[in-house]
C-alpha cells in the first residue's frame, strides 16, 4: 500500500492553500497521506493542515533552522524522513517554493522525480504537461523506488476541510549545511486576492501601454474582487512587478472567469491559464491568437471597453 | 574563478509542436531548433561577468547528440572561451544530466555553475537543483539579479510572494530566470571566430558517470482542448454572457 508523505508550503505561519491541493492529488494515489510541517514553530501551521480531509498524521519539525524556506537545508530533512518512515511517495506543490526543494529531494533519494502531476494513472503512472502545456506525456516511475513529484496545482481543487488529523513532533536527524543564508523577502503584491488562488482575475498585456495605465486594470479587478496578473511583456515593460507573471515561466494559474486585456496570447502565456473556467479576451486586434482560446472575445480599444464594463457589471 | 555555463539543445521557443498521431511523441522533423531562452541568459550572465573581471574563463557544456554542438558553437560566439560536449546517443533525463554536470563540474571546478531554470522542451525544472544537491554545494534558482563579491554571492530570486534574498558561499549553482539580463544579439564576427575556438568531446564513461534511473513515457497526448468560444458585440453582450454563466 502507498505512503504518501505531502510537504506543506507555509507563508509567514499560515499554511498556503497549495498543501491542500497536493492532499487532493495524493488522494489519487490512494493509500495513508501524511502531512509534514518544516518549520522553527509550526503548532498552528500542523492544525491548520489537521483539519485537511484524508489526512492521516501531521508531522511537525521544529527547527531553528526551518525558519525560513531554504532548499538545500529542507532537503536533506525530507530525504531522511521519507526514507526512516517508509514513504512510497513524496508530494510537494508546483510553486516555486516547491520547484526549489523537490528536485533536490530527489537527486539526495537517487531517484527520478515527475514534474506538474496533472492526472493520475495509478500509484506510479501519471499525466505531466511538456511543451508549455501544448503536449501532455503519461509518464510511468519504478514502482520500486520512491516517487518524488510536485503537484500541478491548477488542475486540483482545495481538499475538502473536516479532517481531524493527529498531530506528532518529530525530530528529524540530518546534517545541515551553513553555506546558504537566507537574507529575507521583498514582497510585490498589494492587498489583493491572490493570484494563485482567487476565483476571479484581471491580467493586462502589452496593449495597455504604461504603469499609470494599469490603473484601469486594478480599478476593474477591483470591482470584481479579482488578482491581478500580467503578461511577460508587461512586466519586462515595467508596468507590473514580476510576482504577476502568468504562464509557462510565471504563475500557472485555473481561476474561474480569467479576463485577458491587450494581451496576444502567446502560447507561452496560454499556457499558465489552459484550466481557467472561463477566459474573456479584450483586444483591438481581432485576429489576436487570444481569441481562439477566449470563451468570450470583445474586439475593441481597451480604454474604451474597460470603463463601460466596470459601469455595467 | 571560472563559470561553467550548461546549454541544451530545444525546440525553439517560437514552434508549436505537433503531437503524433500515433501517440508516440512529438513531430520534431524539420522543426527549428535553438538554445534553451533560459541558458542564453546564463551564458550572457557569464559573459558579463568576464567582462566586469570577475569571471576568468567561461565554459559551456552540452549533453547531446551531434547536432547539439550547434548550441555550443552559439554560446562560443556568445563569448564562452571553451566548450565541452558530452555525447549521448539518446535524450537524457534531469538526474542523469545533473550527474554529469557535476562531473564536469568536479573536473573543472569553477566557482559558478549557471544553468536555466527549466528547459523548454520538457519544462522539468530540475536539473540545476539536482546538481546543487549531488555536488553538496548552495543553490539558488530562479535568480532575477546576481552579485558576486569575494567568495560570496547574493541573488535575488524570484519568488511567488515577491523577491528573495540569499547569500550563498561560492562554489554554488545558480539556475536563472528571465529578469536576469537580455541576451545579447550574437554579430557576424563572433560567429565566425566561435568556429575557431576549442570544442572538447567527451562521454559519460570518460566522466564516470552512470545513467540515473528515469521515468518511461507510454504516451504523448494532444492536451485537453478547450471548447470553442464566441466573439461578442459589445460590453452589453458581455456583461449579460457573464451574468448567465452565474460569474459576475
Ligand atoms: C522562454 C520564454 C518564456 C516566456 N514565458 C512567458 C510567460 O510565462 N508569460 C507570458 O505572458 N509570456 C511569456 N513569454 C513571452 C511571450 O512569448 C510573449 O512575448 C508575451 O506573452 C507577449 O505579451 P503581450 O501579449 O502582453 O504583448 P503583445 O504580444 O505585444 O500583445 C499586446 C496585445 O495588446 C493588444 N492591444 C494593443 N493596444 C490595445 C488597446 N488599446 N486595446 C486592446 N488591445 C490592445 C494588441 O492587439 C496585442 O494583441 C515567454 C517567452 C519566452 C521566450
Ligand atoms: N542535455 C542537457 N545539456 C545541457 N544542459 C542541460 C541539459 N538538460 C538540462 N540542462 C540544463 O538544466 C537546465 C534545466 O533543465 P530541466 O531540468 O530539464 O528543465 C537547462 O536550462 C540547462 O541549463
Known sequence: MSKVLVIAQHDDGQLNLSTSRAVNCAAGIGGEIDVLVLSDSGQSIAEAAAQIAGVAKVLVADNAANKDPVAVILAPQIAKLAQDGGYTHVLGPNTTYGKDLMPQVAAILGVAMVTDIMNVHGAHEFDRPIYAGNAVVTVQADASQTLVASVRCASYKTADAGGSAAIEAVTIDAELPTHTRYMGLKKEGGDRPDLQSAPRVVSGGRGVGSEENFKIIYDLADKLGAGVGASRAAVDSGYVPNDMQVGQTGKIIAPELYIAVGISGAIQHLAGIKDAGTIVAINSDEDAPIFEVADFGLVGDLFQVLPELQGKL | ?248
Open chain 2, 1 to 248: 574563478m571560472k563559470v561553467l555555463v550548461s546549454v541544451k539543445r530545444v525546440v525553439d521557443y517560437n514552434v508549436r509542436i505537433q503531437v503524433k498521431g500515433d501517440g508516440s511523441g512529438v513531430n520534431l522533423d524539420g522543426v527549428k531548433m535553438s538554445m534553451n531562452p533560459f541558458d542564453e541568459i546564463a551564458m550572457e550572465e557569464a559573459v558579463r561577468l568576464k567582462e566586469a573581471g570577475t569571471a576568468t574563463e567561461v565554459i559551456a557544456v552540452t549533453i547531446g547528440g551531434d547536432k547539439a554542438e550547434e548550441q555550443l558553437r552559439s554560446a562560443l560566439a556568445f563569448g564562452a572561451d571553451r566548450a565541452i560536449h558530452v555525447k549521448v546517443d539518446e535524450d537524457i533525463q534531469p538526474l542523469t544530466a545533473a550527474r554529469i554536470l557535476a562531473a564536469v563540474f568536479e573536473k573543472e571546478q569553477p566557482g559558478l555553475l549557471l544553468t536555466g531554470k527549466q528547459a523548454i522542451d520538457d519544462d522539468n525544472n530540475q536539473t540545476g537543483q539536482m546538481t546543487a544537491a549531488l555536488l553538496g554545494r548552495p543553490q539558488a534558482t530562479f535568480a532575477g539579479e546576481l552579485t558576486v563579491a569575494g567568495d560570496k554571492a547574493t541573488v535575488v530570486r524570484e519568488v511567488d510572494a515577491g523577491l528573495e534574498t540569499l547569500e550563498v558561499d561560492l562554489p554554488a549553482v545558480v539556475t536563472v530566470d528571465l529578469r536576469l539580463n537580455e541576451p545579447r544579439y550574437l554579430k557576424l564576427p563572433d560567429i565566425m571566430k566561435a568556429k575557431r575556438k576549442p570544442v572538447d568531446a567527451t562521454t559519460m564513461a570518460e566522466l564516470g558517470v552512470e545513467p540515473a534511473p528515469g521515468l518511461t513515457v507510454t504516451k504523448t497526448s494532444p492536451p485537453p482542448a478547450r471548447a470553442a468560444g464566441v466573439k461578442v458585440k459589445s460590453v452589453d453582450e458581455l456583461v449579460a454572457a457573464l451574468k448567465d454563466k452565474g460569474l459576475v
